[in-house]
């Protein structure tokens, strides 16, 4: 079997992303031909704070750009290197010099001082390919979509549209394998039959329209939110959508806190990223965990195959 | 050491409470001294039912009733019954005959058929004692506290007021032994700096004065909501404040759904309760799971030694 190629955005360079890559490229290289955007002289940087050798088949696509990585700073330089590391990766793929990006974790605030205005990844590539990226996260055991991200609470209820919750649902579909899906409801009880909100009317109409669309019952629900993520409804599905970020992401991360992985779907290019942070703290402390990476990789060579 | 009287209100008699309280005898009566709320007649339609042999140290209080126990049927009479089984168990507490009241499941809807117009227990304990009961869920390993409850979701962004939390903070406080308390944010990522929402201002000052009142810093927050119950975090803790019901309940449904109980809590007696339903589709068919009751048993006799 011919490897697939990933290309590597390695995030910030002052954050753990860097050490995450060299630590696991041995693993990491059976999976996969592995392409690392960064130069030769910024990996010598890092190579000589983590005081470690580079491998021999640590093959590169250069990206332009020098400064002085400085662990656990946020700066400019390195919120702008971080962001050309990413669109290289991108561009591999759309010329077809790799076939998905797994992403290292950038910093927000980096990026607002290098003047890049995106909330992260999945932003800039709504952006970069004008196309609704949906936002999915999880790990081999479930994984979960989410309706809505990173808007207040206060402002959910009014996001459960039906046109939108269709073209969201049929879009997923055309993401996923053809299994069922798990759908939640939005208020406790899925509304109580109304007597506890009446959103579920939108969700359930939606659910029925895009159905028939798909040709089967491959949306259930609207579930009821607090124990369609109990032992015996999660044996059932791997696929979940929340109607909103918490409703999704705070069971997963009870779960599985350290395995999952952040998945961009509805896109022309496959991506996926490691679910932590930069971790600054321990950055270039040769201490970070590489789970969330390796499956981060997993996930990008499974979807390759659906 | 001299055994607890534990009164229990045998629910809905046309669901599984009866069986769990028969099935759990021999084992709850090492615990403590079970007094079942129910009278002869009714108790022995049930033994029949379920062809068990009654135990011959089922001690009772009996309560007046009488009507023909049918398995998974909504019934006005069954739903009155229950009433009356938890109201007498309720007062054994009030005149001193029992320590504490351990409450099998109700159906909602054979209470309004019965004309009583309450939401559940706890509901009913409110409007029973007027004081603000605070319900809390969970089992040894984690307790969630739910600031609101049943409704809906586009409602709780506007109950997050300094004055209502800082009062349920401090009625927590009282009714929990001094150990710190994992307090929720609202939004995602707990508002982000006030990007995602700014609810997380007031729990933040109400936190800040409640902590002053209490004397040390018991009231931690507000935490970021999707990161509040990994396994980092959860090590910490033992009890959380959530602000709303999914917010809370989904995941500790994910992690502990078969084990946990109901408490009422901020009340002048404790009650327990199972954390299911009436479970028709299985009563009367020996296929029951004790495991809700006995913890609900244990937890009665543990808030009793607090």
Chains 1, 2 share one sequence.
């Not at 250069?62 to 662990?71: K, L, R, Y």
């Amino acid at each position: 079997m011919i490897k697939k190629k990933i290309a590597i955005s390695v995030g910030d360079l002052n954050g753990v992303g860097i050490e995450i890559a060299l630590k696991s490229h041995k693993e990491v290289s059976k999976l996969c031909h592995p392409i690392y955007c960064i130069n030769k002289e910024l990996l010598h940087q890092a190579t000589q704070l983590l005081e470690v050798k580079l491998p021999t088949d640590f093959a590169l696509s250069e990206v332009d750009g020098n400064f002085e990585i400085q662990a656990g700073l946020v700066d400019a330089q390195s919120g702008r290197y971080a962001y050309e590391s990413f669109i290289h990766a991108v561009k591999l793929c759309e010329t077809n010099e790799a076939d998905a990006v797994v992403t290292m974790p950038i910093h927000k605030e980096a990026w607002m001082r290098a003047g890049l205005e995106f909330k992260g990844h999945t932003d800039l590539l709504r952006h970069y390919f004008n196309k609704d990226a949906i936002m999915m996260l999880g790990c081999q055991e479930m994984y979960v979509a989410l309706f809505t991200e990173h808007i207040p609470l206060k402002e959910v209820a009014s996001k459960i549209q039906y046109k939108k919750l269709k073209t969201f649902f049929l879009d997923l579909s055309a993401s996923l394998p053809q299994e069922k899906i798990a759908t939640l409801g939005l208020n406790p009880h899925a509304g109580d039959n109304g007597v506890l909100g009446d959103e579920e009317l939108r969700i359930t109409k939606a659910i029925k329209s895009a159905n028939k669309a798909v040709g089967f019952e491959q949306f259930i629900g609207p579930l009821v939110p607090d124990v369609a993520f109990s032992p015996q409804v999660r044996k059932n599905y791997k696929y979940f959508v929340a109607m909103y970020h918490d409703q999704g992401l705070t069971p997963l991360k009870a779960l599985y806190f350290d395995e999952s992985v952040n998945i961009s779907l509805n896109l022309p290019i496959i991506r996926t990223s490691v679910d932590h942070g930069t971790a600054f703290d321990i950055a270039y402390k040769g201490v970070a965990n590489t789970l969330s990476y390796l499956n981060a990789i997993k996930s990008a060579l499974s979807f390759l195959k659906n």
